[in-house]
Structures are given as C-alpha cells and as structure tokens.
C-alpha cells in the first residue's frame, strides 16, 4: 500500500493557471508560487463583489480519537465528488501548522487519493504565510519590551503584560519562560511564554479579517496588557499596527492549489480548533463562494469544538449562512467511543459500536440546533465488517432520520464519494437552510460560557474560582460584553477531561483562565488543562522524517 506522499508524489500536477482558468481566475489575478502554487490577488476578488454567493457547506466530525475520522480527507473527497457529478465546486481548508507535522498527527493535506497538492509543500512552508504570522506577532512582542526599555512612556505594567511571544512548533519548555536576564543592557528580568502561532491572536485577526485595512484595525486593537491604573495599552498605543500589518501584507492573499484529482482548493489560515477558533480564513471562504457554486469547508476537530466556532464566531462575524453540514464519523472510532481499546479495533464488535454511537447522536442533536440540514458520512477502513456498517445507518436512520452514507474516497477518490455528493447537493439545494446562532450578542459572557457547555457538551454547568468569576465581570464592565466565546478545552471529550469518551454527562468543566482576545473580536474561554503552546509526543514524526535522494520521506 502506498503512503501518502507516495500517492501525491505519484500525481501528475496542472499548471496552477489551468486551474485557475478552470474557476474563471485570469493569469493576471494570479500571483505565482512555483507551477502549482499561487496567491489570488485582493483587487481581482473585491471585483467579484457583486457576484452571487455560491453555497457553503461544512464538514465536521464527531469528536476525535487515536483511531482517525479523516475529516479533510472526507473535506477533499467530497470537493472531487460535486466535481465529478457535474457540480461547479471548490474546497477551502486550514494551512497545515508544523507543530503537528513534526509532532503526533501529521500533516493536514489529506489523505490516500483525497489529497490537496503538492502535500510536501502545503505541509511545510508553503508560501510562508505562518511565519510571517509569527514575525508580526514577534515584532509586536519586541516592541512591547523595547518600550518599556526606552522608558516606559505609557506607563505599562510589567507585571500585566499580557502578549506572550509565538513559535509554530511544540515546544513544552516555552510555556513558560523568563526574559531579559543579562543586566540593564538587556532590558527587564519578567515572566513570559509562548504560545504555538496557530494559537496567536495575530492568527484568529487573519482569519476573520475581510481585508487589509480591516486586518491593520484588528491588529491595533489587539491588546498588550495594562498600565498601573489598569489602563489597556494596545498595538495602536505602541504604533505597531501599521509594520504588523505590512508583514501580513502578501500573506492575506489566499492561497491555491489543487487535489489530485484537478479539483481547485483554497488553503488559506489555520487556527486550531482546540485552542482557538479553528476555521480557515474568511478572505477564503468568500473567495470561493464567488468563484463556485458549491463551497466544502471544514472546522477543526470534533463539531463540539469546530462547528460550534464555525457557526457562533465566523458565519457571525462574516455573516455567512451554511447551507449543509457533513457529520463524519468512522466505525473505528466509533468502537472507540464505546469501550474498545485501540489495538483490538479491527475486530467486530457490534456491542461496543452501540455504545459508541452515544458520540454521533450528541453531534447530531448539537448540530440540528444551528438550523442546518445534516447528513452523516461514514469514512470506510478496511477492517470494517458490512455488518458494523450497516448497523450504523440503520441506528442513525431510525433515531434521526439522518441519512448515512458510506464512502470510500481514501482508495477511490472522488469516485468513492459520490453518493455523498448528491445528497450534500440535494440538501443544499432544497432550499436556505433556517440557520441559527446558539446565543444572541447581547446574552452575558457567563451566560454564553454556560450556554455552550450544556446545550453542546452537555454539561450541567460550568465552574470557576473568584478571580475567574471577576475577570468575567470586569470584562462585561469594560464593555467587552457582546463578544462571542472561543473555548479552549480537550479535543477528546465533549467534557474537559479527555479520558470521558463517549457522551458523558453530570459534569461542571471549570474555566481556569479567560483571555480577551480585542483585535480578533472573541473571549478565550480556557478549560480544563488545556495549553496553547502543545508539547512533542515521546516519539515525534520528526524522528522519521528525512530526506532520500533528494525526496522528503516520512512525512504524512
């Protein structure tokens, strides 16, 4: 069986004007990057303004496990199947973060022939855009204390600094750090730490900013931390804005590329799910909703995290209105959910799959309480008996009358998605969807915070200690109040604790910290022992990635 970047090495790639071409992209709107690589240039996209929108559909999963959901893959394999049945399509999906390529989960490009390429590229630097991420969020880091070093004029307390430096890797030993140790000339001895770049605000700003001048704003309000009368010093304050944003300047172009199959793709922004609002950037999704008929997204991780911030903060801040969402789960993971250790997953298991399925049908539940039509996409391993398979579209079907459909696009490609496309076009074109937020802007941040732990965790509330409990109040006092919540917290469980699987219920997750997060426009509500800056695995990827006669091997 071949890997991945076997497969994608395998593929015979068109000219990126090709497939510009095919979405009707002029050359001259094109920035290159290499013969299959390029930039879409802003003014060409503004030009598209008053084209109607295409429609947005949304791929998630049910929370995540060892044992893989493919929820890109599916992303891919989707995108090629509406292609093949006739359908004007186009995939938008995050940048893939080097933390997780280097670390534990590999790449973000996709999988077996459901891959966006080349996958060598899109999975290491590509065009840059997540170091020039972590350069702006570092100038503004360097600034901070070059202010304080010239004489403080702002009066900025040390001990409330709040901007932590970036770094797009693992990397444990920076959570928390000292700086300015060496005497006077090396500024102030103070507490620091870094955060992984996927995690900075400068990230979540990207994402949600429809252009430059309106990412310049964001980057300005961004907030460094506080004068000794409690004063909110920001980027403006330190006259940052401008350089950041000139940083960024050619990375707010979005990026594109294609699957393997032809298929053009979007690849553009990547926060983290788990840490931060896990969508790719919304200068993307508008770019394909101008160019296709159909738009296939995906938010990070399980629905619990990505497709509530998908909905409650992006379609919010960008007004945008899904017209389906693709539930996907796998029989695999589903056994996992129900009891069965990783290493015995290949065996049939039928009792465990029932216990599982607790999982899918509170993602289900969760999703129909946003409006949108759903349909449930069982991504097919070898190992999976007809018997498991069948099992789970019988149980979905009666219980929800959700229709289940197997596919099989890691082998096949867009061919073994097909049956998914047509009924994701079925949905999507039945009509607008009755698509709802979980909360109004106007409900506390407490409310909110609570609001989301037990209609979508489902938890009985939620707890926090008093210095918690005050941040929430001097944030609603400061005005900060209609802001929408980002929750960080535990991929693994619909609760904080990532060892409850399955659907657990009873439990009181406690918020250990709030971040406002002013630039980006959202509170980080931190659960749980969640971090921002992940740690390597024992045995990292990075141990078997190398190079051979001048080819990248192990990456995957």
Not at 96 to 117: D, E, M, R, Y
């Amino acid at each position: 069986m071949l890997s991945d970047i076997e497969i994608a090495r395998a593929a015979k790639l068109r000219p990126i004007a090709e497939i510009a071409a095919a979405i009707g992209v002029p050359a001259s709107a094109l920035y290159p990057y290499g013969p299959s690589i390029a930039k879409l240039e802003p003014k060409y996209l503004e030009s598209l303004a008053d084209r109607p929108d295409g429609k947005l559909i949304l791929v998630t999963a049910i929370s995540p496990t060892p044992a893989g959901e493919g929820k890109t893959t599916t992303t891919v394999g989707l995108g090629d199947a509406l292609n093949r049945i006739g359908k004007k399509a186009i995939i938008c999906l995050r940048e893939p973060s080097l933390g997780p390529c280097f670390g534990l989960k590999g790449g973000a490009a996709g999988g077996g022939h459901a891959q966006v390429v080349p996958m060598d590229a899109i999975n290491l630097h590509f065009t840059g855009d997540f170091h020039a991420m972590t350069s702006a969020h570092n100038l503004l880091a360097a600034m901070v204390d070059n202010h304080v070093y010239w004489g403080n004029g702002l009066g900025l307390d040390q001990r409330r600094i709040v901007w932590r430096r970036a770094l797009d890797m693992n990397d444990r030993a920076l959570r928390e750090t000292v700086i300015g140790l060496g005497g006077p000339v090396n500024g102030f001895p103070r507490e620091d730490g870094f955060d992984i770049t996927v995690a900075s605000e400068v990230m979540a700003a990207f994402c949600l900013a429809s252009n430059l001048e309106d990412l310049e704003q964001r980057l300005g309000r961004m907030i460094v931390g506080s004068t000794y009368d409690k004063r909110a010093v920001t980027a403006s304050d330190l006259k940052a804005a401008g350089a950041m944003a000139v940083l960024l300047k050619d990375a707010l172009k979005p990026n594109l590329v294609q699957t393997l199959e032809g298929s053009p793709a979007i690849v553009h922004g990547g926060p983290f799910a788990n840490i931060a609002h896990g969508c790719n950037s919304i200068a993307a999704t508008r770019a394909g909703l101008k160019l296709g008929d159909y738009v296939v997204t995906e938010a990070g991780f399980g629905a619990d995290l990505g497709a509530e911030k998908f909905f409650d903060i992006k379609c919010r801040k960008a007004g945008l209105k899904p017209a389906a969402t693709v539930i996907v789960a796998t029989v695999r993971a589903l056994k996992m959910h129900g009891g069965v250790a990783k290493d015995a997953l290949g065996v049939e298991n039928l009792p465990a799959l029932r216990a599982g399925l607790a999982n899918l049908a509170r993602h289900i539940s969760n999703m129909r309480k946003f409006g949108v039509p759903i349909v449930v996409a069982i991504n097919r391993f070898n190992a999976d008996t007809e018997m498991e398979l069948d099992f789970v579209k019988a149980a979905v079907g009666d219980a929800f009358q959700v229709k289940t459909i197997v596919c099989d696009h890691w082998a096949r490609g867009g061919a073994g998605c097909e049956d998914l496309a047509h009924a994701v076009a079925g949905l999507a074109d039945s009509g607008p969807a009755d698509f709802r937020l979980l909360y109004p802007d106007t409900m506390s941040l407490w409310d909110k915070t609570r609001t989301i732990a037990r209609e979508i965790y489902g938890a009985d509330d939620i707890a926090a200690g008093d210095s918690v409990r005050a941040q929430f109040h001097d944030l609603e006092a400061a005005g900060w109040g209609s802001l929408p919540i980002c929750v960080a917290k535990t991929q693994y469980s619909f609760s904080d604790n990532p060892a409850l699987l399955g659907a657990p219920s009873g439990f009181k997750p406690t918020i250990r910290e709030i971040r406002l997060r002013a630039g980006a426009g959202f509170v980080v509500v931190l659960m749980g022992d969640i971090r921002t800056m992940p740690g390597l695995p024992r045995s990292p990827a990075a141990e078997r990635i190398r190079l051979v006669d001048g080819e990248i091997e192990g990456l995957f």
